[in-house]
């Protein structure tokens, strides 16, 4: 284990964007779509700090490595955020604090009770917890990366996909710190920290930012990822590789998320409308193009 965050601190960097041409954005703009999802990743990754505050209060603290590896996980979480502020503000829309004060501001009482939840939940499950943390991270991880990769295939752009690319290679590297801490305690937990963390998994688990995000904007987001048959099969992939993880095989959580939060087609074209008015000015003359 030791080695294992080792190399991952030598790894930790601020996310490189020298030669990543953000005006190409303004020449060539990506679709209505694209941009959607984008809003939706900017945000999430820019509430890592929220998720680590929550961590923070369970016995996950306990354990020098794995807070080691939280803190430079969030530092470059965060330039994940901010890369992708520099594509939303090249579209002439608000990026970073703009965004992020008020989506924070309008989280109300969940954001409040979200640590005391943590706090007792993690109480609950006793030293099972850092395995189920572990797990959860390695689950999150994989899906974010698919999510990314899925974007750059849908939107086809040269530049965001040098860029996405770029944060799926640090992303992997927070797969591999977490996949293997994960299996590690389920090994070392036997059977009993396998069926808890199972049962956490399954009455618990849902998709990145669905604590965060309206369950319209994660339905659209899942629909528009991961609702064709390629979409299908990478869910299928993660499924199996969290499948491989002790004592998990059968869980279906991916398809199963695909399943529940999926909108028919007519209603994510609804959806994406009534987003569109919502946030667009009701005098034609301000509407801009982007």
Known sequence: MRSDIDRYKRQVARLDLSGIDFAAFREHPLPPSVLRCLRYMHDVEHHTVCYLRDLLVTPAHRDPAITTFLTLW?????????????????????????????????????????????????????????????????????????????????????????????????????????ASEAERRLVAGGRKTQRLVRLALRRLWRPVGSGVMPRFEVAFLITELFGDDDGRDMARRIDERIDRLPGLEGLHLIEGAIQRYEAPAADVVDLHRRHRLQREPSDPDQVTAA
């Open 74 to 178: 969030n530092y470059e979480e965060m330039w994940h955020g901010e890369a992708l502020g520099e594509v939303l503000a090249a579209h002439g829309e608000a990026e970073g604090a703009d965004r992020i004060g008020p989506l924070r501001q309008g989280l109300g009482w969940r954001d409040r009770l979200s640590p005391l939840l943590h706090s007792v939940g993690s109480a609950v499950a006793g030293e099972t917890f850092p395995a189920i943390h572990m797990t959860w991270g390695a689950i999150n991880e994989w899906t974010t990366q698919a999510g990314y990769s899925r974007l750059s295939n849908r939107a086809g752009h040269p530049v965001l996909t040098d860029l996405l690319a770029r944060i799926m290679r640090q992303e992997g590297r927070h797969i591999a710190f977490y």
